[in-house]
């Protein structure tokens, strides 16, 4: 990759790190991308509610919790067309080359941030170097801007290259909260895909590791559960109120009692608890939030099905009504063989790459899979690649960083794979 393609999609990816936005909120990320895409030249531009199967979307926030990252986005000088396009929650763009006859190949990656707040501590290179956060309580701690910024200079490099067919570059909204995934897969642009790679940094993999293609991603669902009950003086007369706390507590228990199933790993857990109003009060309304997640999507459903059996009796048990809600899930989907082999033949012959690993068992959720899944039922393939890099802290931790050389190489492998399927494949 040219000097300044590498100079460029650094700059990007510590553009985009300055300001994180939560899942259905990236109206300044979409914006950017899209004023990146026209000065790339590529032949259309799809944003907002026409990349989008709006009925698919999930885990779509309340207007109140969208409008403060709208009006956020207006008063930075956000470009009012992306966000009379984006507003409501329609975030997320597509971008399409056409260069001559050939498949279509597609890229996806992920635009959304987290819920943290990021580290100012002065051995924290984002904070050193002046790129840390601007937007407090929020950060970019898994790599979603390196991934934007890869793909921006990945255009670049199939745009300037003799790859003959279409490209096309799915930048998704909402990852980390699984919500965007299906709404882009049902969107019609993924239709006529013949081949779909997906890139993600990092997850353990020093910089110079290429994983060609992960394979038994968990199925995975994310649940809310209201109790409703009747509240009563707790010290007069418990026996008169319907017991929110204790339908909670016994279904919380209970879950966790879930026998696992001999066909695979299953997973559950509870994770946020909110309600009641005092501690001599019986507990009227509780909320809780919990996850299942499977090896397969039959035994993620399994696991699905078992937790709401338990959520149901735990309110029968302490008189209450219980209402759950799967608020967004994914599916799995494996990479294919004949992509991973592509992609591994790619990688060991590029600079800076040390080792190649053909497959590895992913051990998570990603609602990629939606995509995979939809290019793969039509007879394509996919392929979710991992590309290195060293980070001094986990993802998802307030430290989290990336070696920016990992960039570069990234932007190489996946151009010339994406350019050897045009080469290879039929």
């Not at 081949?195 to 293609?213: K, M, N, R």
């Not at 039509?378 to 931790?397: C, E, K, M, Q, R």
Request: charged fraction near 25%.
């Amino acid at each position: 990759m040219a000097t300044d393609v590498h100079t460029r999609v650094v700059d990007l990816r510590r553009a985009f790190h300055r300001h994180p936005e939560p899942g259905w909120r990236e109206f300044k990320t979409t914006a950017r991308v899209v004023s990146e895409l026209e000065s790339l030249g590529v032949d259309e531009i799809v944003v907002g509610r026409d990349a989008l199967a709006t009925e698919e979307r999930m885990a779509v926030p309340s207007e109140a919790e969208l409008e403060p990252w709208l009006d956020r986005a207006r008063d930075a000088g956000v470009r009012e067309d992306v966000l009379e396009k984006t507003a409501g929650g329609y975030t997320g763009a597509i971008a399409v080359l056409e260069q001559g006859e050939g498949p279509t190949v597609g890229l996806r990656v992920d635009l959304d941030a987290i819920s943290m707040t990021e580290s100012s501590a002065e051995d924290h290179r984002p904070a050193a170097e002046a790129f840390r956060s601007e937007h407090e309580g929020y950060m970019h701690a898994c790599g979603h801007d390196a991934h934007v910024a890869m793909a921006l200079g990945t255009i670049q490099a199939v745009k300037a290259s003799d790859f003959s067919g279409t490209f096309k570059v799915f930048f998704q909204p909402a990852e980390e909260i699984s919500g965007g995934g299906k709404a882009m897969a049902e969107s019609g642009y993924l239709d006529d895909v013949d081949y779909l790679f997906a890139p993600h940094i990092g997850l353990d993999h020093p910089t110079g590791e290429i994983v060609a293609g992960i394979e038994k991603p968990l199925a995975m669902a994310h649940l809310t559960a209201t109790f409703e009950g009747a509240s009563a003086h707790a010290g007069k007369a418990p026996n008169e109120g319907g017991n929110t706390m204790q339908a909670a507590a016994t279904a919380i228990q209970n879950a966790y009692a879930i026998p696992r199933h001999s066909e695979g790993m299953t997973r559950v857990n509870v994770g946020y608890i909110e309600g009641g109003t005092a501690s001599n009060v019986i507990a009227e309304e509780l909320t809780i939030e919990a996850e299942v997640r499977g090896e397969t999507t039959g035994l993620m459903e399994y696991m699905r099905t078992e937790l709401e059996r338990v959520l149901y009796a735990a309110a029968e048990m302490h008189d209450c009504d219980v209402t759950p809600r799967v608020i967004s899930e994914s599916p799995r989907a494996d990479s294919d063989p004949a992509l991973r082999e592509l992609v591994s033949a790619v990688a060991r012959r590029t600079q800076g790459v040390d080792q190649v690993i053909g497959t590895a068992e992913f051990g998570v959720s990603e609602d990629v899979t939606y995509l995979m899944e939809r290019v793969q039922a039509d007879g394509g393939l996919a392929s979710y690649v991992l590309i290195g890099t060293d980070h001094p802290t986990n993802h998802h931790t307030p430290t989290f960083d990336i070696d920016e050389t990992s960039l570069e190489i990234g932007v190489t492998v996946l151009a010339e794979a994406i350019q050897e399927c045009a080469r290879q494949l039929p």
